[in-house]
């Protein structure tokens, strides 16, 4: 037993530090690796196999949505980053800077994307020029650079995979629709395949994006009542199609501006999960996005027929991911592994059970023992994920409402913030002042205004003055 | 008819000009676009899709043989790029370099990866420590970046997409196993996909790769008889893991070196696929990467049963790429744009066709015109798509083999180099002087040894002293 325990005890609880609880559970279950290289992080094979899925699930959603993918390069020179200022302004304190190509200096610099909005729309330019030429509905997977100085793995690195979505259209209802879609699609996704609850809602003035008119988000909380950023999506507005000359003829023979968006979602969403579902023995994967649903574990593998009737279940369960651990370890150790990898359903199969024709399935996130006959195991399997998924989905939301507070007075907002780590609903002005304010004296930010308004108090939580809208605040990653 | 004209006439013939043929088929099938930044192409939809289906195609092919994705940093620190001296030599001239982050110098200048072996070592050598963490069979789809100073889309660029496989073995023999297998694995796939016959050898030690023990290859014939490089797979023996102190523990408790390979293709092969099927008409896809395969398109769509008819054909053939040109350009046009896509089939379903209770199936890659049964035409569609695929192959295969000499004397090879575009097989002696000379005097390289060798001589091509090998030679792109 010694050397379980010793895989056990490599991660802190989370009661007792969070922070370092998060870090040994992505370097324990070998989702990542530091590299050489400051701030970047090393996908290994159980950390890319999550985003593979992720990749693999909204690709779908977005092709049926009519997205087309393309490949933008991945350097920007500083003259077209320059073009839209507010964009410019946000991201060029930020960017690396490629200044030599080969042996030679080059005659203007380039930076390595932060985001390719600037490239999206120079190649816009080129291409559209009639209202058949519209809408275009873009998008990329790619990784992309951003100089931060703090880096956590999944949740901020120097270089993060993800995928940007880039569309044109010809009238801003069309816009408008099409950024709303793709947050409700993010929404979507998360809540299915990651079973994480979303808070939908539009970011306040101080909070959107650099260039954007206006920037919706999906907010989730994680298990320490931080919120977290989880997706994005801007409408441009006319913005950067005047920066870029983007402009077509319409029906009439008349000359337009495009109206643009933007989306994204990336390797922070791996974060999410980690941090909504996770526990002191490591990872908690929802069924859809395991890499592994299905770890077989013989036990006393070396008696006769045991690996043979694993490899049997292994090939009866061929419409999952399924795979048999017949490593030479200790079943105990393979044990811990399995949860430490947070693979959903461990399936024990013995010479006893042989004898009786049973397998015990083990359940990853309640730990549950259910004794099935081999008889039925495919049918057994598919009926534990799927209550696993949804159950998943459950906990989180009761953690998530558990966890949302509301508050009317400033007094009793700062007391929230200082003692009940979550979301806070309290009523907003609308001045960028009051945020400031309570960013300063509280550290928490205006996570969104709720899709969903509600009005719990006519004056804001701040200033007093008539309240505008409701936003949910946090302390945010 | 003077749209469809110009459509046509947009494109060089290849026989006047080939070079120019293929810019125009790479513009005109909307494959790519040039970009603000120097060599760096736009994958347009178009493009980008076939990418896709090379992809997914030679991902499973990788799964199937144990192979797993993972994701290592764009970044090289500049001393890591320096641990292995015959690799940085080779890879330092054409590197870009990252000197600012933010708004500070770097203490160190990183390099934008040109080829990721060096990181993937400094991986290996954290993670590998006992024969129980071996085999590592590694891959990445990323992009990589070369300063090149001349490009050309697809074939040479300065930012390019591709895979690149890193394996570490514990035994001589196991890594030069993996380096065959995966260059069958490339050839079959080139073979059964993108219908391209493929010449399988190993590189003369002046063309292999940079760092490593045996460099193989598999080589194509493009039309105007120049070969094309399409995929490479290296032995690196023990190299990398020397200069990287990469040793693992044996079943005996000693020391070893791991043994490593690695092996990578790129968006090159969408060149090749032009570049071996296309015609005067335009861009020819084999059926299998064709991101469209089937193309409806209804003759006098305004007459009424006509456009529910070719929807109606679209939802029957939902086992295949297809979609419906219902836009409002004439037929001809339709036809144009098709055959410049390179859309392997389209059927035409008019007012008669219906009445007759048929449709018209036109082959892009022979023209033939086909009129099947309504009743009939799931069958009749993947009939002609196999039919298709099928002798793409065997077509390409005629003209490799048509373009394909021998010469046993100088005079001979050189005649032949300069008067037909081809392979030329001829004797080696296995001397780099030869090979210099036969680069300097005649302008072709040597392609690679076959494995099928042949003995069509006993002396060398160049120097009359005795042989050691067949060599493929022939100018290259």
Redesign the interface.
């Known amino acids: 037993m010694a050397k379980e325990k010793k895989l056990v005890e490599a991660i802190t609880s989370m009661e007792e530090d969070f922070a370092q609880w998060y870090t040994d559970v992505v370097k324990k279950a070998e989702l990542i690796?530091y590299?050489?290289?400051r701030g970047?992080?090393?996908?290994?094979?159980g950390g890319?196999?999550i985003?593979?899925n992720i990749q693999k699930e909204l690709d779908t959603r977005f092709k049926e949505t009519g997205v087309?993918?393309?490949?933008?390069?991945?350097?920007?020179?500083e003259s077209?980053l320059q073009k839209e200022k507010d964009h410019v302004e946000g991201f060029a304190?930020?960017?690396?800077?490629?200044?030599?190509?080969?042996?030679e200096p080059l005659q203007e610099r380039?930076c390595?994307r932060p985001t390719s909005e600037t490239?999206f729309c120079?190649?816009y330019s080129?291409?559209i020029h009639s209202y058949?030429d519209l809408p275009k509905v873009?998008n990329q997977w790619?990784?992309v650079?951003r100089?931060e100085k703090t880096t956590r793995p999944f949740l901020r690195s120097?270089?993060f995979?993800w995928q940007e979505g880039h569309t044109a259209h010809a009238t801003a209802e069309e816009a408008e629709e099409r950024t709303i879609q793709m947050l409700n699609l993010y929404a979507d996704f998360c809540e299915d395949i990651l079973a994480i609850p979303m808070v939908r809602g539009k970011k306040t003035d101080k909070e959107k994006f650099a260039g954007a008119k206006d920037t919706y988000t999906i907010e989730a909380l994680m298990h320490d009542g931080k919120a977290l950023q989880s997706g994005t999506s801007h409408n441009f507005g006319e913005g950067f199609a005047h920066a870029f000359d983007i402009q077509y003829t319409d029906k009439d023979n008349k000359l337009q501006y495009v109206h643009q968006t933007s989306w994204g979602m990336t390797t922070r969403l791996i974060g999410a999960v980690i941090m909504v579902h996770g526990d002191n023995s490591g990872l908690v994967l929802p069924p859809k996005v395991a890499p592994v649903q299905v770890m077989i574990v013989p036990i006393a593998q070396h008696k006769e027929g045991v690996l043979e009737k694993a490899a049997e279940l292994r090939g009866r369960l061929g419409a999952f991911r399924v795979k048999v651990d017949d490593?030479d370890k200790s079943p105990g150790w393979k044990f811990s592994e399995q949860e430490m990898r947070g693979i959903p359903i461990r399936i024990e199969i013995g010479p006893k059970d042989i004898e009786e024709n049973q397998a015990v399935i083990v359940r990853r996130d309640t730990r549950e023992k259910i004794v099935v006959s081999l008889d039925n195991l495919e049918n057994e399997v598919e009926k534990v994920l799927d209550v696993i998924q949804k159950e998943m989905l459950e906990r989180a939301r009761e953690h998530r409402d558990a966890h949302t507070y509301q508050a009317t007075e400033f007094e009793e907002f700062k007391e929230a913030v200082a003692t009940k780590p979550g979301f806070i609903k309290a009523m907003w002005c609308g001045d960028k002042a009051c945020e400031d304010t309570i960013k300063e004296e509280t550290g928490a930010t205006s996570r969104c205004m709720p899709f969903k308004q509600e009005e719990i108090a006519d004056t804001c939580v701040c200033c007093g003055k008539k309240a505008k809208s409701l936003v949910y605040w946090g302390k945010a990653y």
């Open positions: 690796d590299s050489s290289v970047c992080m090393i996908l290994r094979p890319y196999a985003w593979e087309e993918n393309v490949y933008m390069p991945m350097f920007i020179p077209l304190p930020e960017v690396a800077w490629v200044t030599h190509g080969g042996l380039m390595v490239l120079d190649h080129n291409i058949r873009y790619c990784s650079v100089w120097v270089e995979l490593t």
